[in-house]
């Protein structure tokens, strides 16, 4: 049986350590594999190469992904699918494996609903995808924020500053949350919490006035900012959209310092993190992690276990339906944020 492998969607770190399995993998059940550049697009157009263990050879530890990859809906491109399920016919392929988040499994749930053969791999930095407890790419953004926050602090300290740092996160704020912990940030700004400004800025005033004259914010991009308690919440967008037709989310971390020196009068700076945090080598907890969705999803195809996704729970990798990935976002833990407010101010 021939499989064919696509990445889908942002890239992360990992992407290559998935392939790599999946064909290491495919090789012990006497699989072949071929390799669908740039997501969705490859199949619709018919763009492909083979993959074996001498051409994933050597991508373990590389960030980004040989085969590329793309924003690509098949469902939104004209005769997309009928030259997708042509395509699936004349290469004669027993299985699509996708690797993706939202966008990609939410399009490959609806193939498979069509009766396609079709095995997810959920990805993304967000770790925003439910029926998994975390995917792998997240903990690679953890580490780059924090530390970023870590090399924020001494600048901020010395120059007795408040520095906002603006993190990935779309709908939600896992990544501002572990990485403002783990960075001991003072005020962590996430999606799920409308920000209002005023009150963040009587934090920091209460901080400063009890002597700690410097401090870090971190904010997801994605966090929704009311400039006063009256205020409508609203997203800070850049105008432009994504490949998706999404609104480009750009310009909340500079808002916020904006606003922080307005009201507080202390002098404010802004970093923005942005694509570094998903940039380079995954940490060797994504490369584990990655390895063993790669296996469990080829396992998946040989046992034709399809329309579901490989997933973690707890510390076991299993099956569950794609629906799952994309019924719900996986939004930040109330718990987990409660104990991240513990340290605010
Ligand atoms: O979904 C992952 C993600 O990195 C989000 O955190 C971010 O908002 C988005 O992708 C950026 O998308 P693009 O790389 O297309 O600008």
Known sequence: MKIALLTGGGDCPGLNAVIRAVVRRAHRHGLEVMGLRDGWKGLID????????????????RGGTILGTSRTNPFK???????????VERNNLGAIVAIGGEGTLSAAARLSDLGLPIVGVPKTIDNDLGGTDFTF???TAVAIATEAIDRLHSTAEAHKRIIVCEVMGRHVGWIATYSGMAGGADVILVPEVPADLSRVAEHLQRRHASGRNFSIVVVAEGTKIKLDAASEEKLITSGALDEAGRPRLGGVGQLVANEIERLTGFETRVSVL???????????????LATRFGVHACDMVAAREFGKMAALRGNQVVSVP?????????????ELFDVAQVFFG
């Open 46 to 61: 018919d763009q492909h190469f083979p993959l074996t263990r001498e051409t994933t050879s050597g991508i373990l530890h």
């Open 274 to 288: 942005g694509h570094i945090q998903r940039g380079g080598t995954p940490t060797a907890h994504d490369r584990v």
């Open 322 to 334: 794609l629906s799952e990935a994309t019924k719900q976002l996986k939004r930040v833990d109330p």
């Open 77 to 87: 491109v004209p005769d997309g699918l009928e030259k997708l399920k042509r395509n």
């Open 137 to 139: 790419g997240f903990d």
